[in-house]
């Protein structure tokens, strides 16, 4: 059984960077054919997908957030992880991390999330 | 900027047939655009049900399944729980990138 876990800091100072990491545990991050994916949701609204890195660290962002978003791999440590840059309060929201098996398997697991709020 | 659409909400009675769908702002949504679907309830975090149009996880539950109607995604549930009263949200994949939908609501009453 697969799981993923989100780590990091609840609370960030605006114009900061935000770093959470997404800890996977049941399966290896290295055996490849999984896209390690980032998504959150804003108070009370809908899912956003931010982003994906392959075990090889190719990545792939959401164009409305590419200029912020870095997603690395450790696969020594079988974590990934995210980075968003200038931070505002509309970042605020929960993060979730989620292995996306490729377009024919799709979306199957997630972590439980974890809130950031961005505020002085 | 490609936009998913959902129903906002929708209301189905317990042992009744609902049909939620799934449009895409490019057009036609085909078989080529994978769609998955996810169930959220509140204060959990999503739960995969359908992934590529139609295909269920191993704990999907019977009475959900996934199709294409008239031009969009669809999912249906038969024979509805009261469980089933939470949030669904599509997925299309458009290239490299994923879009989600906006949600519907589906309060079973």
């Known amino acids: 059984q697969v799981q993923l876990q989100e780590s990091g800091p609840g609370l960030v100072k605006p114009s900061q960077t935000l770093s959470l990491t997404c800890t996977v545990s049941?399966?290896?991050?290295?055996?490849?054919?999984?896209?390690w994916s980032w998504i959150r949701q804003h108070p009370g609204k809908g899912l956003e997908w931010i982003g994906y890195?392959?075990?090889?660290?190719?990545?792939y962002y959401n164009p409305s957030l590419k200029s912020r978003v870095t997603i690395s791999v450790d696969t020594s440590k079988n974590q990934f992880s995210l980075k968003l840059s200038s931070v505002t309060a509309a970042d605020t929201a929960v993060y979730y991390c989620?292995?996306?098996?490729?377009?024919?398997?799709?979306?199957?697991?997630w972590g439980q999330g974890t809130l950031v709020t961005v505020s002085s | 900027q490609t936009v998913v659409t959902q129903e906002p909400s929708l209301t189905v009675s317990p042992g009744g047939t609902v049909t939620l769908t799934c449009a895409s702002s490019?057009?036609?949504?085909?078989?080529?655009?994978?769609p998955n679907w996810f169930q959220q309830k509140p204060g959990q975090a999503p739960r995969a049900l359908i992934y590529?149009?139609?295909n269920k996880h191993s704990w999907t539950p019977a009475r959900f399944s996934g199709s294409l109607l008239g031009g969009k995604a669809a999912l249906t549930l038969s024979g509805v729980q009261p469980e089933d009263e939470a949030e669904y949200y599509c997925?299309?994949?458009?290239?490299?990138?994923?879009?989600f939908g906006g949600g519907t609501k589906l309060t079973v009453l």
């Open positions: 049941g399966g290896s991050i290295s055996s490849g054919g999984y896209y």
């Open positions: 490019t057009g036609a949504v085909t078989s080529g655009y994978y």
């Open positions: 989620a292995r996306d098996a490729g377009r024919l398997r799709g979306f199957d697991y």
């Open positions: 997925l299309l994949y458009y290239g490299g990138a994923v879009v």
């Open positions: 890195i392959y075990y090889s660290g190719s990545t």
């Open positions: 590529s149009t139609s």
